[in-house]
């Protein structure tokens, strides 16, 4: 008798056109390079190359990966005239080529303001020549009328008028022209008078910070079609009801400068603006683990608290003033940070498909689900972020089946509340049952997989009723995967894929069979022979199904559990 079929799971791969994303298709989010879904580190006590390579290494020396670094200010000459003090980092281009030998991106901070007067201290300007060559040639918004702002007293560039826009441009283009890899463009267009003018007319704060934002972004991925704007979503929501940057023009941001503290305007703070910034459309978001400033130290529970809630944000950076360093509190604290930042970059597949489907087809990425401080990362994972200093915290998951992130043989049903208890190692997050996330598993730390999967995509896969996910390849490519689940049979359906598939279900039965393009696939003694090439192993201390597809070409597979007839 022909085999019932219980269940499907096609995957179907195709090229996007070239070109056809593109930044502020309506108030979608735009098009993020992939590298700001990795760990972005900074400093903001010493500033200076000396405390920039010591900060790298120190994660590095560890095993912590870091992706990009943000250079805060003051770093130039003068605020904004983009060109580098060289007493405080003295080779910026020999800079900016060994951290991209290494494989790290640099943001520089910025702003549209050019000062009259600056403050004194460690590094700050003493010169204005910037500002008086933009107040000569009219290129000063407000007729050239200064306000008091954080670093001292300036006036804004006038982005109404073209001149005055061309030569900014000109500016900024002393800093990428050295290759650096965009801005950090923090929050001073907000002091923008509500009353303010430029060259064409009436200018108001919501016209000119949007336009602050926009033109920044626009110019810079000109530029360089890789390079990103780090803006503010969310600081203080009822200032700024549409957020900060706009959207379209936001390709990574944060939510501003919280104190090292658990308050409401330290790490709830923090949570509560990310949630705002999810409601709102934002995709790419992330706050200052530890938080930027106070008088308080950062204590060790709260520096892992925040960053466990920072791995499951889209995007997580650690910096400011204090001891945001793993190593500055002890070697557990190392080894747990470090399990989180890998747990974040295994995320990166899953978390480039949620900001692609957000650009394409609009959506939330981060979505507040109700109780306090809980949301859905895409359709697939449930966070509940521990806010206080206990070890656990009332969780209320939404309908269905969920298993422990941590411990997928923990399953809950949704609906009810119930309190998790978690040690410092682990807190609330949960994964649908029926959820498809791909992952880039490097190694095998997180315990996730091995070495050998390192270079291919895996789907992990928990088959339950029928899902579907579009995956999105940083080169261009396209998986449309859809799952229909039996108790009998898997068959799996692939177009062709450079990357590499590995599939990885969740399965409380070992598979009788499995066939490749219709044949036997043959069973490997582990999970690295299975990678190595197209083959199959069970885990059964792990429930996992472990299947490398063929790359290059169109793969059907059929799994056949026992009792199939």
């Known amino acids: 008798m022909k085999a019932k079929i219980g269940a499907t799971l096609c995957i179907v791969f195709f090229l996007l056109t070239p070109g056809a994303e593109t930044a502020g298709k309506s108030n979608s989010p735009p098009v993020s390079p992939h590298w700001v879904f990795d760990h972005l580190v900074w400093e903001d006590d010493e500033n200076t190359e000396r405390a920039l390579w010591n900060l790298i290494d120190g994660y590095t020396s560890r095993g912590i990966p870091v992706g990009a670094v943000i250079i805060d200010s003051p770093w130039s000459v003068e605020y904004n005239d983009f060109v580098f003090n060289r007493s405080l980092y003295p080779d910026p281009e020999g800079m900016i080529k060994r951290l991209h030998q290494r494989g790290i ?58 001149e005055a826009v061309k030569w900014w441009h000109g500016l900024m283009d002393r800093a990428l022209d050295l290759g650096f890899d965009g801005w950090k463009v923090d929050g001073a267009g907000v002091y923008f008078p509500d009353d303010g003018f430029g060259k064409k007319g009436a200018v108001r704060k919501l016209e000119y910070k949007d336009m602050y934002y926009t033109d920044t972004y626009e110019h810079t991925v000109s530029k360089n079609p890789d390079a990103i704007t780090l803006s503010r979503s969310v600081d203080i929501l009822p200032a700024l009801p549409g957020g900060f940057a706009p959207v379209s023009h936001a390709p990574a941001t944060w939510v501003g400068d919280e104190k090292h503290d658990w308050s409401h305007w330290g790490f709830q703070e923090a949570l509560r603006d990310v949630l705002d910034a999810g409601r709102l459309g934002y995709a790419v978001v992330g706050s200052d683990i530890g938080g930027y400033h106070g008088d308080e130290e950062i204590t060790r529970r709260l520096l892992i608290r925040w960053a466990q809630f920072g791995a499951f944000c889209t995007l997580m950076e650690n910096g400011g003033h204090g001891k945001h360093q793993p190593w500055r509190h002890d070697d557990e604290t190392v080894e747990i940070y470090r399990k989180l930042v890998k747990t974040h970059l295994e995320l990166k597949p899953y978390f480039y498909s949620l900001m692609m489907r957000a650009h394409r087809e609009g959506g939330k990425v981060i979505s507040p689900k109700g109780g306090k401080y809980q949301y859905l990362l895409g359709d697939a994972l449930f966070v509940a972020p521990i806010y206080d200093e206990s070890d656990g915290r009332e969780v209320k998951l939404p309908k269905g089946a969920w298993r422990d992130f941590w411990d997928n043989g923990r399953v809950f049903e949704g609906g009810a509340s ?132 063929e790359t290059g070409r169109p793969n059907e597979v059929k799994v056949l559990f026992p009792g199939t007839q």
């Not at 901070?109 to 300007?125: A, S, V």
């Not at 108790?487 to 499995?514: C, H, Q, W, Y």
């Open 105 to 162: 991106k640099a943001i520089l901070w910025m702003t549209c303001m050019l000062n009259k007067q600056n403050n004194e201290g460690h590094g700050e300007p003493t010169t204005n020549n910037a500002y008086r060559e933009a107040l000569e040639k009219g290129y000063l918004a407000n007729g050239g009328q200064t306000f008091k702002w954080w670093k001292g007293v300036g006036g804004f560039i006038d982005y109404t008028n073209p």
């Open 418 to 549: 119930f309190y998790y208890s978690a040690g410092l190692d682990r807190f609330p997050v949960f994964v649908r049952d029926g959820a498809i996330i791909p992952l880039a598993i490097e190694d095998g730390e997180t315990g996730r997989g091995t070495e050998s999967l390192k270079g291919k995509i895996t789907l992990d896969i928990y088959p339950r009723g029928e899902s579907s996910f579009a995956y999105y390849d940083v080169n261009g490519g396209r998986a449309d995967i859809k799952v229909a689940s039996g108790k009998r049979e898997i068959t799996i359906n692939s177009g062709a894929s450079d990357r590499g598939f590995v599939l990885k279900i969740f399965s409380g039965k070992r598979p009788a069979m499995v066939e490749l393009n219709g044949a036997p696939a043959p069973a490997a003694p582990e999970l690295d022979g299975a990678a190595a090439s197209p083959a199959w192993f069970y885990d059964a201390d792990d429930a996992r199904l472990w299947i490398s597809l």
